[in-house]
């Protein structure tokens, strides 16, 4: 099966900084990969290499096998690149359920007035909401939802473009334990269709989550594999987890 995203010597200097330097990464039809390492390694570039917020030094970046290198950040969107949007993008002092129809109704190019059609919008909406564990909470203003449920939330919208592959940066940052538990009920029930790339700090939702795990190291992979595999590795001990 083809590859969902496939990243070729991705470069990327800031001054003499190679923040992100000749990484190589293969996201495979379903994965939970996991992107892990210290502060600094290059994770958060390397995710804007991909989403197409930054560009590239060197290298290739193919989704589906489509070379997608030269192209902006809105066409890999429509293409089927999300991710999770920062707060500002969530409007909050409209109900978590207009929200979603606005993201809805965003990524299908129109508002449309038939009946026919809004009913389709509110139940796709509806659909999403009960996806990320917010079923009933439609009716709620955005700002008085927890930061965990504006979490949830913000994976909905992102969800909305029935994307290929899902990018969460840091999506536990800031969470408590039963958020965390919930975080991890959701991903682990996302569609099988969607291939999940995430950066994760806490390792123990990395280890619960991921069936692949690549760590970053000074912009570089450091090693690539099973969850078992990089826990045993001396070298990521080493370098990542200090022991
Ligand atoms: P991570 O997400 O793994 O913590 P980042 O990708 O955010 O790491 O950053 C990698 C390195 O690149 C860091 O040293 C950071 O300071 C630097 N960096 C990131 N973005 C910029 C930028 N826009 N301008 C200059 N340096 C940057
Ligand atoms: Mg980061």
Do not use: W
Request: net charge neutral.
């Amino acid at each position: 099966m083809t590859d969902v995203l496939r990243c070729q010597g991705l470069s990327r200097s800031f001054g003499a900084l190679k923040a992100v330097n000749d990484v190589s990464l293969t996201v495979i039809p379903g994965a939970r990969h996991a992107l892990i390492g210290p502060n600094g390694a290059g994770k958060s570039t390397l995710f804007k290499l991909i989403t197409g917020l930054l560009r590239s030094d060197g290298g290739t970046v193919s989704l589906t096998g489509q070379d997608i290198t030269g192209l902006s950040e809105v066409r890999r969107c429509r293409l089927g690149i999300s991710q999770t949007l920062q707060h500002a993008s969530l409007f909050p002092t409209m109900t978590v359920a207009e929200n979603v129809v606005l993201a809805v109704q965003r990524h299908d190019g129109r508002i449309s007035l038939l009946p026919r059609r809004q009913k389709a919008v509110h139940d796709r909406a509806e659909d999403l909401l009960t996806q990320v564990g917010l079923k009933g909470r439609g009716n709620v203003t955005v700002s008085a939802l927890s930061h965990g449920e504006r979490k949830q939330l913000e994976v909905a919208l992102a969800l909305a473009c029935n994307p290929k592959l899902l990018l969460l940066d840091e999506p536990a940052a800031g969470m408590s334990a039963a958020e965390r538990g919930r975080l991890a009920e959701l991903v682990n029930e996302l569609p099988a269709d969607v291939a999940v790339l995430f950066v994760e700090h806490d390792l123990d939702l990395v280890f619960e989550l991921a069936d692949t795990v690549t760590v970053l190291n000074l912009g570089q992979v450091l090693l690539s594999g099973d969850p078992d595999q990089v826990r045993a590795s001396s070298e990521v001990r080493k370098a990542y987890l200090g022991a």
